[in-house]
């Protein structure tokens, strides 16, 4: 039986952005890199954490209010000068969902 734990397993954060640059948009290769996708996923997993959204002790899943995780990665890039629209984070949330999906991660 395959549990949460070893789905966080075979979560690889390298695959994550190859995966999600390799699936961009063709007009978004050119403004999206590799430290943007580092960065928004490192902001995505501060806030699992902050929200408790990451618990290793349940295999629940959580609900993710995509309009605040939106939110809050805006409040970090701005706060920490990272040049991100929108539009950027969106498709990265998206890629970052289809990897997750990939691995069987998110339903």
Not at 38 to 51: A, G, K, S, T, W
Not at 68 to 73: A, C, E, F, Q, T
């Given at each position: 039986m395959k549990t949460e734990e070893d789905d966080l397993l075979v979560y690889d954060e390298d695959e994550a952005v190859k995966f999600i640059l390799s699936?961009?948009?063709?007009?978004?290769?050119?403004?999206?890199?590799d430290t943007m996708v580092?960065?928004?996923?490192?902001?995505?997993?501060?806030?699992?954490?902050?929200?408790g959204l990451i618990d290793e002790d349940t295999t629940e899943e959580a609900s993710i209010d995509e309009e605040?995780?939106?939110?809050?990665?805006q409040k970090c890039a701005k706060?920490?000068?990272?040049?991100?629209?929108?539009?950027?984070i969106l498709l990265i949330l998206e890629g970052e969902f289809n990897y997750g999906q990939s691995l069987?991660?998110?339903d």
């Open positions: 699936h961009l948009p063709e007009e978004a290769k050119s403004t999206i890199d580092e960065y928004v996923l490192d902001v995505i997993y501060e806030y699992y954490d902050e929200n605040d995780m939106l939110k809050y990665i706060k920490d000068a990272m040049k991100l629209t929108e539009e950027q069987g991660i998110y």
